[in-house]
T-cell receptor
Framework: EAGVAQSPRYKIIEKRQSVAFWCNPISGHATLYWYQQILGQGPKLLIQFQNNGVVDDSQLPKDRFSAERLKGVDSTLKIQPAKLEDSAVYLC?????????????FGPGTRLTVT | KQEVTQIPAALSVPEGENLVLNCSFTDSAIYNLQWFRQDPGKGLTSLLLIQSSQREQTSGRLNASLDKSSGRSTLYIAASQPGDSATYLCAVLATSGTYKYIFGTGTRLKVLA
C-alpha cells in the first residue's frame, strides 16, 4: 500500500510571495489533515477534510491560508502572501474513518523557509 | 480545552537501557491515543495506537500504556539502541466536538553507543 505523498519536499520563498503544497493520501482514506509543525513544537492541525468537505478549519489563518480537496482525493494548501512566521514543516496525513480506528498516516512533509 | 504535555523534553541514555517516556493530557474524554516517532527532517511514523477502552499495546520492544482516569500514557522502550534516537510524539483524539488530534511537543531521545 502506497503511503501519503507530498510535494515539494522543500521550498524557499521570500515574504509576500505565494506558495502551494500538494498531498495525495492513501487510497481509500476518507479523512485528510494538514498540520503545521514549527521547529521544536508538535504538529498543529490547520484543516481537516472528510471526503471533500471541511470538518475543522478553526486554526487555519484564513486571511492568508486556503486549502481544497478536489473530488475527495488530492488536496492543496496555499499560502498567499507568506510571512516569516510561516516557516515550518507542513505535514499531510490521512486516516480511514471507519469505526474503531482513526489511525493517522503521515507524509514526509514539506519544509518551507520564508526569507 | 485539551492540552497534551510530554516530559522530559529531551533525554540522553546509554545503549541497552530501558526507558519510559511520559505523556499527560488534561481531558479524559478521548477516543484514542497514538504514539509517533519523528526522525530529523522526516514525517511522523505511527508506533502504537491505544483505543480508549484498552490499557496497553505492544509492538516488539515498545509497550504503551493508557490510564484515562489520570490522563496519562507511557511509552516503554526496552533495551534501547542507537537507532531508537528520534523525537517521540504522542497525540490524543478528542471526542469533544470534531474528532481532532492534539499533539504534545515531543521528547527528543538520544541513545548513546
Amino acid at each position: 500500500e502506497a503511503g501519503v505523498a507530498q510535494s515539494p519536499r522543500y521550498k524557499i520563498i521570500e515574504k509576500r510571495q505565494s506558495v502551494a503544497f500538494w498531498c495525495n493520501p492513501i487510497s481509500g482514506h476518507a479523512t485528510l489533515y494538514w498540520y503545521q509543525q514549527i521547529l521544536g513544537q508538535g504538529p498543529k492541525l490547520l484543516i481537516q477534510f472528510q471526503n471533500n468537505g471541511v470538518v475543522d478549519d478553526s486554526q487555519l489563518p484564513k486571511d492568508r491560508f486556503s486549502a481544497e480537496r478536489l473530488k475527495g482525493v488530492d488536496s492543496t494548501l496555499k499560502i498567499q502572501p507568506a510571512k516569516l512566521e510561516d516557516s515550518a514543516v507542513y505535514l499531510c496525513a490521512s486516516s480511514r474513518t471507519s469505526g474503531s480506528s482513526h489511525e493517522q498516516y503521515f507524509g514526509p512533509g514539506t519544509r518551507l523557509t520564508v526569507t | 480545552k485539551q492540552e497534551v504535555t510530554q516530559i522530559p523534553a529531551a533525554l540522553s541514555v546509554p545503549e541497552g537501557e530501558n526507558l519510559v517516556l511520559n505523556c499527560s493530557f488534561t481531558d479524559s474524554a478521548i477516543y484514542n491515543l497514538q504514539w509517533f516517532r519523528q526522525d530529523p527532517g522526516k514525517g511522523l511514523t505511527s508506533l502504537l495506537l491505544i483505543q480508549s477502552s484498552q490499557r496497553e499495546q505492544t509492538s516488539g520492544r515498545l509497550n504503551a500504556s493508557l490510564d484515562k482516569s489520570s490522563g496519562r500514557s507511557t511509552l516503554y522502550i526496552a533495551a534501547s539502541q542507537p537507532g531508537d534516537s528520534a523525537t517521540y510524539l504522542c497525540a490524543v483524539l478528542a471526542t469533544s466536538g470534531t474528532y481532532k488530534y492534539i499533539f504534545g511537543t515531543g521528547t527528543r531521545l538520544k541513545v548513546l553507543a
